[in-house]
Nanobody, 121 residues
């Protein structure tokens, strides 16, 4: 079994910052890609940022220059530093990992439960 524990969401004023964390544990041999997605009310889930095991990041155009994704491979933990937050960033943020299961050796992916980020004055 795999667990993803997300934390760091909350209410912040426009221009503020938040740091999301995603800690993975359980039957994980290795993690390839860690990604953050978000889903606003009435909208589809979209990729915000992702990072490979080698540390190569990818960002959605809407967050480039404001968000920074990182990971600590030793801790199986990923982070999303969000600066200069805008009301349009309001959404539930989900962590997703692509990993190789220790028990089966197969590659699969897993979603976290989501954490709410609200940007409002």
């Amino acid at each position: 079994q795999v667990q993803l524990v997300e934390s760091g969401g909350g209410l912040v004023q426009p221009g503020g910052s938040l740091r999301l964390s995603c800690a993975a544990s359980g039957s994980i041999f290795s993690i390839s890609v860690m990604g953050w997605y978000r889903q606003a009310p009435g909208k589809e889930r979209e990729l915000v940022a992702a990072i490979t095991s080698a540390g190569t990041p990818t960002y959605a155009d809407s967050v480039k220059g404001r968000f920074t994704i990182s990971r600590d491979n030793a801790k199986n933990t990923g982070y999303l530093q969000m600066n200069s937050l805008e009301p349009e960033d309001t959404a539930v943020y989900y962590c997703n990992i692509g990993f190789r299961a220790m028990s089966t050796g197969r590659w699969t992916d897993y979603w976290g439960q989501g954490t709410q980020v609200t940007v409002s004055s």
